[in-house]
């Protein structure tokens, strides 16, 4: 490789993944076309320049193909995989992104936090999502990442398996934490809002307002779901994509019941001690390259546990829209 290119693959990973070398307000380091795989016209001329904050589009991991693996480091010493499960959306899986050890001091620390009932609403008024009006079943708990070092190191880790700018990341919601007991499930749902264009776009997101977040106030744009197993489960507690790379398929019943029909989903994902799944729950839209619609295909559930628990981490990477995009976070600390 030329020095050339040895230096502007520097940048690319200072860029993305280092908050302090590119990420402070006035400045923004954007690799040029040549190294970058994801081109794209907004992108493709930059190099490290003075610009505006967030005067890019957001990174879009290419899929492939089911089954391809991609070697990626995300710790000094070590090498993961990043394997394509599902193209639509685009779906990977990452073995032992978490170590034994940090699993078990994740689920200490969710258990000294303490867990609720998880609430279709949560609590506060968050925004209800649509599950067919169906239950689910399981206790939860939120975690800011700045509150712990633990935390703060795996979120700069996700930073660096999604390719997201940290900030977003900082500007996002707290780590969630859910524990399902036997005969516990989620029905399948989306994570962000779903619903024609034209009318989210007269919404705020709502990580960039308040609490209470309701349906007629604001909408999810949680542009990337990263889920953390953080045990093994003795049976079941699968995590099931009824639609994903089903082009056309329409949404029927037995796509929203996952106690009756995980096992017929197109997709399904075995809990596995520190293994990450990640997925995009929406389009980045192509005019702006910032978040666009719900992409339907991201459609997915917890299947039910049928011996045992399962312990999971959320991460959900919001991303404002276009217009909104340099709108303040409720989330980040330098915006409370």
């Known amino acids: 490789m030329s020095s ?23 400045r923004y380091c954007l690799p040029n076309g040549d190294v970058v795989p994801d081109v ?10 003075e610009l505006n904050p967030r005067d890019y589009i957001l990174p879009r991991i290419d899929p492939g193909q089911v089954g391809d693996t991609t ?6 010493g070590r090498t993961h995989r990043r394997i394509t499960t599902g193209v639509l959306p685009p779906l990977f899986q ?16 969710a258990k000294r936090h303490g867990v609720a009932p998880a609430t279709m609403t949560g609590k506060n008024g968050t925004i209800i999502k649509k599950t067919g ?10 975690i800011r990442a700045d509150s712990d070092p633990v935390l703060y190191n795996i979120q700069q880790r996700i930073s660096m398996l999604t390719e997201m700018p940290f900030d977003l990341l900082e500007e996002s919601e707290s780590f969630q934490f859910g524990m399902y007991p036997t005969g516990g499930h989620y029905h399948s749902h989306y994570d962000s809002s779903d619903g024609q264009p034209e009318d989210l776009e007269k919404k705020p997101c709502c990580h960039q307002i308040h609490l209470p977040h309701t349906p007629n106030r604001c909408v999810l744009c949680r542009y990337i779901t990263v889920l953390m197993y953080l045990n093994d489960v003795v049976k079941g ?6 639609l994903a790379d089903q082009l056309g398929q329409s949404l029927l019943e037995e796509h929203i019941d996952l106690s009756a029909y995980c ?6 994902v075995r809990p596995e001690k520190g293994k990450a799944i990640m997925w995009y729950n929406n389009i980045r839209d192509p005019e702006t390259g910032w978040i666009g619609p719900v992409d339907r295909y ?21 991303a404002p829209q276009h217009n909104r995009k340099y709108d303040n976070s409720v989330y980040a600390v330098r915006w409370t």
């Open 237 to 242: 507690g699968e995590t099931a994509f009824p």
């Open 263 to 268: 096992q017929q989903s197109s997709v399904v």
């Open 94 to 109: 990452v073995p032992e992104f978490l170590t034994p050890e940090e699993c078990a001091y994740l689920i200490d620390l």
């Open 133 to 142: 009006g169906r239950t689910r079943t399981g206790y939860t708990s939120f």
């Open 71 to 76: 070697e990626i480091r995300l710790v000094p």
């Open 298 to 318: 991201a459609l997915h559930g917890g299947c039910d546990v049928i011996e045992g628990q399962k312990w999971i981490s959320n991460v959900w990477i919001s």
């Open 40 to 49: 794209d016209a907004l992108n493709a001329s930059y190099k490290c320049a």
């Open 4 to 26: 050339v290119a040895v230096t502007t693959l520097s940048l690319l990973v200072a860029c993305v993944l280092t908050k302090t070398s590119c990420q402070v307000p006035t």
